[in-house]
């Protein structure tokens, strides 16, 4: 079975673009949480969807938004770049919601350098 | 709100010596917890995770984590390194709620010859 796979690996925009990274979770997977890892900050969770609606969403801007489709692929976005925004985006898929007895497989993210 | 704390940001192990990473949580109640691996340019490998039960859970790649409600923490272990488990470690808890999963600063794994 294949894992999640996240497009594209690395990314390299300017502040103030836009920018969309896609996430594939595993088949059969319903729920795509998304993480955004920094050195400095570590790993925070940035939102969850369940069934192609956002169950819960962590403490960031609303520059960050995400969507997920009916096939379970995950979309976020992040609008008007800041430099802050670098790092990794990390995906992860389970099959049922975060808060229950599931566990979530990472994709290997996606690198996003702001200059 | 749940947090996690290792306090240690990096640990040199000898190939071959025992290994004992150091996770402490703050949660109200009984967490879920977590131990994922992290090797340089791949995404989050889960090792381990404790639900309830025995408190002392077995995982992949020979690690074993032990959990111990009076002290908070939920120390991961094994008992003889190999130079491919350096990588970086994270400690995660989930409350059950709705705040996802809530990961540990990490702890950078050096392996020495």
């Known amino acids: 079975k294949a894992g999640v796979t996240q497009t594209p690996r690395y990314l390299i925009k300017t502040r103030g673009q836009q920018v969309t990274l896609s996430c594939s979770p595993i088949?059969?997977?319903?729920?795509v949480s998304w993480y955004q890892q920094t050195p400095g900050q570590g790993l925070q969770f940035l939102f969850e969807?369940?069934?192609?609606?956002?169950?819960n969403k962590g403490n960031f801007p609303g520059r960050f938004s995400g969507r997920q489709f009916s096939n379970s692929r995950s979309e976020m976005n992040v609008s008007t770049l800041e430099l802050g925004d670098s790092a990794l985006y990390l995906c992860?898929?389970?099959?049922?919601?975060?808060?229950?007895?599931?566990?979530?497989?990472f994709g290997p993210g996606t690198r996003l350098t702001v200059l | 709100a749940q947090s996690v704390t290792q306090p240690d940001i990096h640990i040199t192990v000898s190939e071959g010596a025992s290994l004992e990473l150091r996770c402490n949580y703050s949660y109200g109640a009984t967490p879920y917890l977590f131990w994922y691996v992290q090797s340089p340019g791949q995404g989050l490998q889960l090792l381990l995770k404790y639900f309830s039960g025995d408190t002392l859970v077995q995982g992949i790649k020979g690690f074993e984590a032990e959990f111990k409600r009076s002290q908070s923490s939920f120390n991961l272990r094994k008992p003889s390194v190999h130079w491919s488990d350096a990588a970086e470690y994270f400690c995660a808890v989930e409350g059950g709620g709705a705040d996802g999963l809530t990961f540990g600063k990490g702890t950078h794994l050096i392996i020495q010859p």
């Open positions: 969807y369940f069934s192609e609606t956002q169950r």
């Open positions: 088949s059969g997977h319903r729920s």
């Open positions: 992860a898929s389970s099959i049922g919601t975060s808060s229950s007895y599931n566990e979530q497989f």
